[in-house]
T-cell receptor, first 115, second 113 residues
């Protein structure tokens, strides 16, 4: 079974600084998708960024970018110019269509942004 | 795109009672998912539908749980004979299909007393 591991239960960053959240996953598939979701205290899960495994180019969305290392099965999220509104729980997630279409989540990283 | 809608937002029930939650997905989305989330944890997969067909169900899901999506639109999740361990946030999500991101609703918070 696929597993997703986030080794940092908590992280903190100063406003306007950059922070990187780590994620590793275990799979024998070659075709899959990776996501980062953000869950603020309001509890609604919000998509941050999506990466297709067959694309070597790292995905970016404004201040959010990923470092996708397929061989190492690593998928980290970099948040640049951190803002107070970035404070939330961040979840890394994995999806493969060839072994069930469920989205598997990591344990989450609680990000605090200090003013 | 009005987003995924879940009803009710909160439900308090006594142990042994049955509860039913409703989810309305984004209209053009053919996949619908149910997840359960406890405080401080990542969401745990329960089941998913492709149109009206229930294609996968978690082995962790007991027989007290049942989900339907009768016309491939909205879905209901029923929990029979609730237990205190069922207390959690129940999340619904929908997606367009292959490789598409899931869009989540606000969830239904269940408290079993």
């Amino acid at each position: 079974a696929q597993t997703v591991t986030q080794s940092q239960p908590e992280m903190s960053v100063q406003e306007a600084e950059t922070v990187t959240l780590s994620c590793t996953y275990d799979t024998s598939e070659s075709d899959y998708y990776l996501f980062w979701y953000k869950q603020p205290p309001s509890r609604q899960m919000i998509l941050v960024i999506r990466q297709e495994a067959y694309k070597q180019q790292n995905a970016t969305e404004n201040r959010f970018s990923v470092n996708f290392q397929k061989a190492a099965k690593s998928f980290s999220l970099k948040i640049s110019d951190s803002q107070l509104g970035d404070a939330a729980m961040y979840f890394c997630a994995y999806l493969s269509e060839t072994s069930g279409s469920r989205l598997t989540f990591g344990e989450g990283t609680q990000l605090t942004v200090n003013p | 795109d009005t987003g995924v809608s879940q009803d009710p937002r909160h439900k308090i029930t006594k142990r042994g009672q049955n509860v039913t939650f409703r989810c309305d997905p984004i209209s053009e989305h053919n996949r619908l998912y149910w997840y359960r989330q406890t405080l401080g944890q990542g969401p745990e997969f329960l089941t998913y539908f492709q149109n009206e067909a229930q294609l996968e169900k978690s082995r962790l899901l007991s027989d007290r749980f049942s989900a339907e999506r009768p016309k491939g639109s909205f879905s209901t999740l029923e929990i029979q004979r609730t237990e205190q361990g069922d207390s959690a946030m129940y999340l619904c999500a929908s997606s367009l299909g292959r490789g598409s991101p899931l869009h989540f609703g606000n969830g239904t918070r269940l408290t079993v007393t």
